[in-house]
């Protein structure tokens, strides 16, 4: 069993910067794909970013490329979403998510991940 804890979520100004953090305990993080997804008020929730178990490998959705940067310390058995340029789109729980990587370098989608985070709250507004 992998528990997943995220944290540094808050309000924020459009344009500022934000890191969010993912601790694990119970297993090491070394074996597993991390992902960011996040979930706005009445919608579902979408992919945001993930990063192979080396951390050599990336994917972000379109709509945070260039933005957002995922990475990870496996010796601290943490995951980081690096947040630039916020707007008010980016308003949402973000989840932290773990999968067994097995033969898989990245996963987008949430139904490839089998743990899962309580979330953190970023909401952006002026």
């Known amino acids: 069993q992998v528990q997943l804890v995220e944290s540094g979520g808050r309000l924020m100004q459009p344009g500022g910067s934000l890191r969010l953090s993912c601790a694990a305990s119970?297993?090491?993080?070394?074996?597993?794909?991390m992902g960011w997804f996040r979930q706005a008020p009445g919608k579902e929730r979408e992919f945001v970013a993930t990063i192979s178990r080396s951390g050599g490998n990336t994917n972000y959705a379109d709509s945070v490329k260039g933005r957002f940067t995922i990475s990870r310390d496996n010796a601290k058995n943490t995951v980081f979403l690096q947040m630039n340029s916020l707007n008010p789109e980016d308003t949402a729980v973000y989840y932290c998510?773990?999968?067994?990587?097995?033969?898989?370098?990245?996963?987008?989608?949430?139904?490839?991940?089998?743990?899962w985070g309580q979330g953190t709250q970023v909401t952006v507004s002026s």
């Open positions: 119970g297993r090491s993080l070394s074996s597993y794909v």
């Open positions: 998510a773990a999968r067994f990587a097995g033969l898989v370098a990245v996963a987008q989608t949430s139904s490839e991940y089998s743990y």
